[in-house]
Structure formats: C-alpha cells, structure tokens
Nanobody, 123 residues
Framework: VQLQASGGGSVQPGGSLRLSCATSGLFFDDYAIGWYRQAPGKERERVSCVSSSGGDTDYAGSVKGRFTISRDKAKNTVYLQMNNLKPEDTAVYYC?????????????????WGKGTQVTVSS
C-alpha cells in the first residue's frame, strides 16, 4: 500500500490549498481515508475523514466550515480542499487509511500512513 500526499505549500492567511492523496496497492472501496496533521511540538491530530463509500465525512471542530474532504474513485485519490487558512493550520499533513467499509467516517484505527506534506500559513 502506498499513499502519496501532495499539494502542500506556503500561503498567506485567508488563502487556499488543495491537498491530494494518491493511493495504490489497495482496493479503494474498502478503505475510509483521512487526513491528520502535526504541528511542531504538538501531537498528531485528526483533521478529517471520508468513509469508504464517500457518503459520510467528518471534520475536526477547528477546520469545520473551512476544509472539505472528497474522494475520486476513478483516480483512487482523496482530496482536502482547505480554504480561509489560518496560521494555526501550519503543520505537516498526512493522509491515512482505515480498513473499513463502515458507512461512517471514522479513521481512528489507522493501518497505513503516507509521508507528509508541509503546509505553512504565514504573512
């Protein structure tokens, strides 16, 4: 299983970025996929998750209303659209999979991690 995260970068507060997580080596429909982030000196936190069917999504309270997660079955890819970025969103973002066909977006029992992509929000 390989997870390739991309799309990070440096933006000013209020800006936008779209992260992509390209997956391979797995049956895409069997996995919920999520995004976690880790800022310097802080624990890794769960940001968002999309269920295996795409029918359910979930977000951390700090990003709700600003971030949108989606998945493209044809491309075996999950996206995280991040709008109205704030300095506190600065972190390394990781995509991760949970082997689950639950209708709910959980992403708590992670079995695969991708390498991170850096997001920096600064003026």
């Amino acid at each position: 299983v390989q997870l390739q995260a991309s799309g990070g970068g440096s933006v000013q507060p209020g800006g936008s970025l779209r992260l992509s997580c390209a997956t391979s080596g797995l049956f895409f429909d069997d996995y919920a996929i999520g995004w976690y982030r880790q800022a310097p000196g802080k624990e890794r936190e769960r940001v968002s998750c999309v269920s295996s069917s795409g029918g359910d999504t979930d977000y951390a309270g700090s990003v709700k209303g600003r971030f949108t997660i989606s998945r493209d079955k044809a491309k075996n890819t999950v996206y995280l659209q991040m709008n109205n970025l704030k300095p506190e969103d600065t972190a390394v973002y990781y995509c991760a999979t949970e082997h689950s066909r639950s209708i709910y977006a959980n992403c708590y029992y992670i079995n695969n991690w991708g390498k991170g992509t850096q997001v920096t929000v600064s003026s």
